[in-house]
């Protein structure tokens, strides 16, 4: 008898993006999605074909984590076996290492800013240990930093706003290099002066949100009207106030910038600040953070359905990853099958029971 060529999913609910679907049958075929049809209409599926009655369950596209740092293969593991089949690493290097890392079959699609654009004078640069070589003193030295990292492979360009850190002249002098070269540039900013520099920049994309004080009207509407990206990693935030009660810092503020920018329409994606590095203020778990980061979401205002589409659909748009982050035929076969329903009950997003990555089925599945 031969091998199977494909697997079928039988009875299966699929979040499209806004609600959920009918029971449908879903098959893929290596890394990819080949069709789908309503449960009720008499398909005969190859006889190639492992087929698995889902019973109702709820499939959603692999969850994508716009913000992580990660550096071992077991966070990898962690983040597939929370249903992460994507992830944005926001500052690895040396970046040919992380290349490495992340050409294991199986295991979550990463992409990688490389390491950031910051001062000798900026926190980043101090607690991190990046090489003299990599850090930037002046806005005539963007340029080359931002070749140096489209040579390496970078797939976008991140900058650090901070006070002390990089001036004015040379966070802009960053962003226009990264444009020129045709990527995205996002911004570290976690207060409110740093968050007008990286607006004042015209970085596209946005990391965290203020602890100090939340943000004012005219800073969402310039987000708003910018066009600008919010990665508000609530997860990181919470954990910061947590486990420094001395600093002053708040979490309020950020919730409340959250509420702000989500009622004023500035797009809001899912991105934990995952990461296990021994200098870090904030350890933050890979993997089942994400899910407590859509949990702080609603807790900000969200509507379930719009937190579920900061973690799917809206970071493969804005990330530029269109073979994923929606169920449609063609697109990969990245998908998690769970047991309740996410719209009625956020948590519910961690109630897992099997996971593909580019259709291979994930170790510890329920099936």
Known sequence: MAEPTSTTLLNVRIFNGDTLLPPSTLTFSGALITSISPSDRSNAEPATSNVIDCHSR????????????????????????????????????????????????????IRS????????????SKL?????????????????????????????????????????????????????????????????????MAQEADVDVVTHVPLDTALDIAAVEKMKSERRIAVPTLTMMEAIVQNLPRSGLAYEPARASVMALYEAGVPILAGTDANTFEWSPSPVQHGESLHRELELLVGAGLSNVDAMRAATVLPAKHFGLEDRGVIEVGRRADLVLIEENPLERIEATRSIFAVWGGGVLAEGSKL
């Open 113 to 124: 800013t490389g390491p950031p654009a910051t001062s000798p004078s900026g926190m980043h």
């Open 58 to 109: 709820i499939l959603l596209p692999g969850l994508i984590d716009a913000h992580i740092h990660v550096n071992a293969i077991p966070s990898l593991h962690a983040l597939l076996a929370a249903g992460i089949t994507t992830a944005l690493d926001m500052g690895y290097f040396p970046l040919s290492d992380f290349k490495a890392l992340c050409a294991l079959p199986g295991l979550p699609s």
């Open 128 to 196: 991190t240990g990046l090489p003299t070589e990599l850090l930037l003193s002046s806005a005539d030295q963007a340029a080359k930093f931002v070749e140096d990292r489209v040579t390496e492979g970078s797939d976008y360009i991140k900058l650090i706003a901070d006070v002390p850190g990089l001036d004015q002249a040379a966070l802009n002098a960053v962003v226009k290099a990264s444009h020129a070269h045709g990527k995205l540039c996002i911004a570290h900013a976690a207060k409110n002066i740093p968050y007008a």
